[in-house]
């Protein structure tokens, strides 16, 4: 029995030691870094969802204002965050090639070769394949989608004002975002508005809900890394979704509809053939087949239909919250669509150049992306602070750090769109503002979501004024889980429908 007990002491002792070692990485190479709790590092509170982990490394940011680089645990991986503009510029663009990855592949499944995750070779072939899909030439030609989108967006509010006072605008504006993404990336005319949901519209919101076990999965990768990619969850959904692209495809052949949205665009690239290049795994064939073109129309979905409506939804809530700015806007949209025969399409968008700058505040103020990685593919040393790293080890930049850094945006906690004014905007250091990321790696989607977000934001305003409710708030608190910047109790405001008393 002593014999027992022994062993188990001697055990943990050993564990304790390992665990010391691993959290002394940072220590030993002089980085600062919060101090880890054995097993889970940095990421406890992480792991408990008490915390997301954009909010970690925010919290991180602020916490070490003088330093250019802070080091933090993943469990026992070693991860990186960097603090300093000029250090993040040289990982995201002098040195990009060095940090092209990102590291997160998680799938094995068809559905993972998808633009985000994929990495390497492959991914610089799909990025080389898709950059032509998003010129503005391309986005030009799909607006008369996002128009008849916008057109059903409107109709369904003018009805939603007619009884209510309190509306709750982030499941409003999921409505507008889904209807988007469905039309332009698959293809599909999807009534959103009604009560009853489809079953795209179901099987899509599963991939922001997983399951329990898919989640425990997720926690579990983060101290196990790999672990996930041995388990192929919600394969049902990936099915969906594989048989809904083929059928589309399937039809298209036959009898072509060109609706020049992505999905054309996509069976257009597979005319293009394979594309065989060598990489460091041997000879790498991609091929635009029906699961390749599934996952890329997946993804636009997954990072642009939660970003897009969220981005929105805080827009509304600042604009309710800030009554001044909205009047300046509802003008600007006035005097530029009178220019325009009364029309909002895609050349008076590019004229609302106030519209675009709340936009711009509004992602600075609520990054919903708020966190950007990349891996390091070679031993890397950090110009100007003198550190090196190993092979492998993610790099991190917390978008919402540097956003709401008083060193970049005095009082980082009002909202206000002169931030994005040509003075304020050339007096700040480049890599300051980064809601799509910066480099190469960057947001391929991004020139679609403003597009998509002000077309729908100026007929919204143009019609309707939004004013605070008996449940708006003026701070928003966010949900501690999920990767994109949610509000815990959603987002309430009133929709008055304008008249010209109102006007
Ligand atoms: C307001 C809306 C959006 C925001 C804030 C946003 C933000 C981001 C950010 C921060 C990244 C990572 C960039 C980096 O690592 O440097 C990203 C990547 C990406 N986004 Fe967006 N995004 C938005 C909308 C969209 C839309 C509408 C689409 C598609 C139609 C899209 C497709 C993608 C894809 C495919 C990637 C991966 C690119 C790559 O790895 O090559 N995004 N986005």
């Not at 969802?49 to 070693?78: A, D, H, M, W």
């Not at 979704?241 to 036959?254: A, C, D, M, T």
């Not at 991004?446 to 934001?457: C, D, E, P, T, W």
């Amino acid at each position: 029995m002593v014999l027992f007990y022994l062993s188990i002491f001697v055990l943990l002792y050993a564990f304790y030691l390992f665990s010391k070692r691993k959290h002394n990485y940072w220590k030993q190479k002089g980085v600062k870094s919060p101090d880890p709790m054995p097993v889970v590092g940095n990421f406890g509170k992480v792991m408990l969802l008490k915390e997301s982990v954009q909010k970690l490394f925010q919290n991180t940011y602020k916490q070490y204002p003088n330093e250019k680089i802070v080091g933090l645990y993943r469990g026992f991986t070693p991860m990186l965050l960097l603090r300093d503009p000029e250090l993040i510029k040289q990982v995201l663009i002098k040195d990009f090639p060095l940090f092209q990855d990102r590291g997160m592949s998680t799938s094995r499944s068809k559905l993972g070769k998808n633009l985000f995750e994929a990495d390497g070779e492959t991914w610089r072939i799909l990025r080389q394949k898709l950059t032509p899909v998003f010129t503005s030439k391309k986005l030009k030609d799909m607006i008369p989608l996002v128009e008849q989108c916008v057109e059903n967006y409107i109709k369904y509010v003018e009805h939603l004002t007619e009884n209510n006072i309190n509306h709750e605008i982030r499941s409003l504006q999921s409505k507008y975002t889904l209807q988007v993404i469905g039309s332009c990336a698959f293809g599909l005319q999807l009534d959103t508005y009604n009560d009853n949901e489809d079953e795209f519209s179901i099987m899509a919101k599963r991939i922001f809900n997983p399951t329990t076990f898919s989640r425990a999965l997720i926690l579990l990768d983060m101290i196990i890394p790999g672990v996930r990619k041995l388990f192929n969850t919600a394969s049902d959904l990936q099915n969906f979704f594989l048989n809904l692209v083929s059928k589309v495809i399937k039809q298209r052949e036959h009898e072509p509809m060109k609706r020049k949205d992505f999905m054309d665009l996509m069976i257009e690239l597979r005319e293009q053939g394979k594309v065989s290049r060598k990489s460091e795994d041997g000879i790498l064939e991609i091929d635009m087949n029906d699961g390749l073109i599934a996952a890329q129309a997946l993804v636009f979905y997954a990072a642009g239909f939660e970003t897009s409506s969220a981005t929105m939804s805080f827009m509304i809530h600042e604009l309710a919250l800030h009554q001044d700015i909205q009047n300046k806007v509802y003008d600007e949209i006035c005097s530029v669509t009178a220019k325009h025969n009364g029309k909002i399409n895609y050349d008076c968008i590019k004229e609302m150049t106030y519209l675009e700058m709340v936009f711009d505040e509004t992602l600075r103020k609520h990054s919903v992306a708020g966190l950007l990685i990349r891996k390091s593919l070679t031993d890397y040393t950090l110009p100007g602070v003198n550190v090196s790293i190993s092979k492998g080890t993610p790099v991190l930049i917390s978008v919402s750090g540097l956003h709401w850094d008083d060193q970049y945006y005095k009082n980082p906690e009002v909202f206000d769109p002169e931030n994005f004014s040509a003075e304020r905007k050339i007096a700040r250091p480049p890599c300051t503002y980064l809601p799509f990321g910066d480099g190469p790696r960057n947001c391929i989607g991004m020139r679609f979501a403003i597009v998509q977000s002000l077309m729908g934001m100026a007929a919204f305003l143009r019609k309707f004024k939004v004013e605070p409710s008996s449940r708006t708030k003026s701070a928003l608190d966010y949900k501690p889980t999920g990767l994109t910047l949610e509000s815990k109790d959603g987002i309430w405001v009133k929709i008055v429908k304008r008249t010209p008393a109102t006007q």
